[in-house]
């Protein structure tokens, strides 16, 4: 399904991450992370969206992927990451574990809620983050 351009306005936010492979990368976010499949063009770019989140994949030949003017290659991975909510996330941390899933850290728990970090296919990160249980009044 392609997002109407009133799917990009104020109310989706669309971030894009660099991979190797569109298929291997949309199929873990619809296998693994809940997303539905928005775009597609070729092997140079795909769309993948959950809630108000457009998820752009740029693959091998995508014009968000070319070489920078000074030489620097856009690549997958580093820190910046997209964040999602999860109402178990033990069990997440199971089933991804299960399918192989890379893990970047164990749980991270503060008084925000607990996180943990998964990678892509192709090393972009992931937070998965539970918030704290409500407290009873």
């Not at 991979?19 to 499949?37: K, N, P, S, T």
């Not at 063009?41 to 809630?51: E, H, K, L, P």
């Not at 925000?112 to 918030?131: K, V």
């Amino acid at each position: 399904m392609k997002p109407t351009p009133s799917d990009r306005n104020s109310s989706m936010v669309s971030v894009r991450y660099q991979v190797a492979d569109i298929d291997r990368a949309a199929a873990f976010y619809l296998d693994r992370l809940g997303f539905r499949a928005a775009e597609r063009a070729g092997t140079a770019f795909g769309s993948v969206v959950r809630g108000n989140l457009r998820l752009i994949l740029s693959g091998p030949g995508a014009s968000g992927s070319r070489p920078l003017p000074d030489g620097r290659r856009q690549e997958p991975g580093g820190w910046n990451r997209i964040l999602i909510y999860v109402d178990d996330l033990q069990a997440m941390i199971t089933s991804l574990r299960a399918a192989g899933v890379r893990f970047r850290n164990e749980i991270e728990s503060g008084p925000g809620g607990s996180q943990i970090l998964i990678e892509d296919p192709d090393g972009n990160p992931i937070e998965l983050h539970q918030p704290p249980a409500a407290k009873a009044p």
